[in-house]
């Protein structure tokens, strides 16, 4: 099936300020299931752009912006072919049926820094820790549990918040559905990493919380199947529908555009996003 991007973003200050260079992370990743056809970039306010793969292999765009400017422009666009594929046509290694999984020293070794865990509070009872709890049937119940138990709000801007003021709250962006998951996996000894990236539907299909819309999940490595998306803000394992960007350790690593601007005193600004997937 064919997919049409058309991204854009609009940064406006009401006086001219200097900005820092920018990265931005919105080109899709390409696999056996998704082939991109043609693309577009643009970056406006005379910046200079460099294409580079960051070290998460991440294809970025460096935007360097040699005068200053009251404002500039983000435009993207993307033709992609899609292959549909079952999210769970996968088989698991036998070290890995089960939580934890045992992983090799040499899985390990690469693993490490995605098995770090930062939150000391105990988690509620479906995401704790319980040794020996059958893998996939496990990470299925941690995504109903959270998207039953946590209303979905859209918000455009922000870090997400900690895990604790989520669980407190039960209310939250995709981004903190990501964060309290990944942080649930790592405590169950699984490596997980943050995503960012666009959100399809079709019209056979129910309609999916943050599709047409700059989206964020998780990717959980499991032995036998590799890195493997859970979206818990729709409470499933990702099929072709999630079309990744980014993935890393931590939300910067995924931010769509990461920059900032120079000046004596803070500067009122607005951003202005539109975003068509279909």
């Known amino acids: 099936m064919n997919i049409q991007i058309d991204y854009q973003a609009t940064y406006q200050y009401e006086?001219?300020?200097?900005?820092?260079?920018?990265?931005?992370?919105?080109?899709?990743?390409?696999?056996?299931?998704?082939?991109v056809v043609e693309q577009a970039f643009h970056c406006g306010g005379g910046a200079s752009v460099q294409f580079q793969r960051d070290l998460h292999d991440n294809d970025t765009a460096f935007c360097f912006f040699p005068a200053n400017t009251h404002h500039f422009d983000i435009r993207f666009s993307a033709a992609l072919e899609i292959t549909p594929r079952n999210p769970l046509d996968f088989l698991l290694d036998s070290h890995g049926l089960n939580l934890p999984p045992v992983y090799s020293d040499t899985e390990l070794g690469l693993l490490m820094p995605h098995l770090r865990t930062n939150f000391a509070d105990p988690l509620p009872a479906p995401l704790a820790p319980v040794p020996g709890r059958p893998t996939v049937e496990t990470l299925m119940t941690m995504m109903r549990w959270m998207n039953e138990q946590i209303r979905y709000e859209r918000r455009e801007e922000g870090d997400p918040m900690?895990?604790?003021?989520?669980i407190a709250e039960r209310v939250g962006s995709c981004r903190d559905f990501m964060a309290l998951l990944v942080e649930a996996l790592r405590q169950n000894g699984v490596a997980a990493r943050l995503v960012s990236g666009y959100l399809w539907?079709?019209?056979?299909?129910?309609?999916?919380?943050?599709?047409?819309?700059?989206?964020a999940w998780v990717e959980a490595y499991l032995p036998g199947a590799g890195w493997l998306g859970l979206d818990p803000t729709n409470g499933v394992f990702c099929d072709h529908h999630a079309i990744p960007t980014a993935a890393g350790l931590v939300p910067d690593d995924i931010s769509p555009v990461s920059g900032t601007y120079y000046g004596e005193q803070q500067i009122p600004s607005r951003l202005e996003t539109r975003l068509t997937v279909g």
């Not at 900690?162 to 989520?166: A, C, D, W």
């Not at 056979?204 to 047409?212: H, I, W």
């Open 201 to 215: 539907e079709d019209t056979t299909r129910t309609r999916r919380v943050a599709d047409d819309a700059l989206h």
């Open 15 to 35: 006086s001219s300020v200097s900005l820092s260079p920018h990265i931005i992370r919105i080109f899709p990743r390409r696999d056996m299931f998704t082939r």
């Open 162 to 166: 900690p895990p604790t003021q989520l």
